[in-house]
């Protein structure tokens, strides 16, 4: 399914708008005012959209992996929640370390972890995962509900929204692609107008940063793992596509 992100709302605003200017019809001043509001949006909102949709293509998530969710949480930040839901303040990007679209999506679709996943396998069955995955081209795919806790980095699931990216050679260069700084910025900017609390925007590589602060729940100290992913070039270059909305980096916080 497609969803074509801020086009819904626009026909309704502008009835809203246009009734409100009819009903307003000898307060020229507020009309005037009225229509340019209107048209700010209308501009602002088909300049801000028209360049990127969100596809959804689910992984698996049937009670199963929910009920595996549920046992992390509670194992690893000492939680007992009746469901899965999360209060997102982070958003977190990575690169998948694949180089294509498919076989990213395959590590992240199943419900139980990979059996090459040694390194983290005595943490928990359930497989690592993420809300969304960006293609090398920029094109934008959700794969679970975002307000879900996802698997994918260590201490701050809880509070973090995750965005993979398609590339990363050898886990190590930094590959990604132009549009995947597009699209990657798109989201940020779409996550934060939707879940306002965001504060932080963070590479899986600056996660060490986060041990001390409120955000990091994790219970065992041991569990760590070493991260070159997405980079500082990606990064930076994210970063200075939103400074507008002023997201702090782990170093700030
Ligand atoms: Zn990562």
Do not use: C
Not at 21 to 42: C, D, E, P, T
Not at 141 to 149: D, I, T
Not at 211 to 238: C, H, R, S
Request: proline fraction near 4%.
């Amino acid at each position: 399914m497609i969803l074509r992100q801020m086009h819904f709302g626009l026909p309704r605003l502008f009835q809203s708008l246009a009734m409100t200017v009819i009903g307003m019809g000898k307060a020229k001043k507020q009309s005037i005012y009225l229509k340019s509001i209107f048209l700010f949006f209308a501009i602002f909102s088909f300049g801000y959209a028209k360049d990127f949709v969100i596809i959804d293509k689910p992984i698996d998530f049937s009670p199963n992996r929910i009920s595996m969710t549920k046992d992390y949480i509670k194992v690893h930040y000492g939680l007992d929640v009746k469901d899965i839901t999360i209060n997102p303040k982070i958003i977190v990007l990575h690169w998948t370390a694949v180089p294509t679209l498919e076989g990213s999506f395959d590590r992240l679709r199943p419900e139980l972890l990979l059996t090459d996943r040694k390194d983290i396998a005595a943490a928990g069955a359930v497989n690592v995962s993420s809300h969304f995955l960006v293609d090398r081209d920029g094109t934008i795919y959700r794969l679970m509900p975002e307000n879900y806790m996802a698997r994918h980095t260590i201490g701050l699931n809880y509070y973090a929204i995750g965005i993979e990216n398609v590339g990363g050679k050898g886990d190590k260069s930094e590959d990604l692609t132009q549009a995947q700084v597009k699209a990657n910025a798109y989201l940020v900017r779409y996550l934060k107008t939707k879940y306002p609390d965001i504060e932080l925007l963070m590479g899986h590589h600056e996660y060490a940063k986060m041990k001390k602060t409120k955000y990091w729940l994790e219970k065992d100290d041991n569990y760590f793992t070493q991260k070159n992913d997405p980079g500082d070039i990606f990064m930076n270059a994210v970063r200075s596509k939103v400074v507008d909305i002023g997201l702090k980096n782990p170093s700030e916080f």
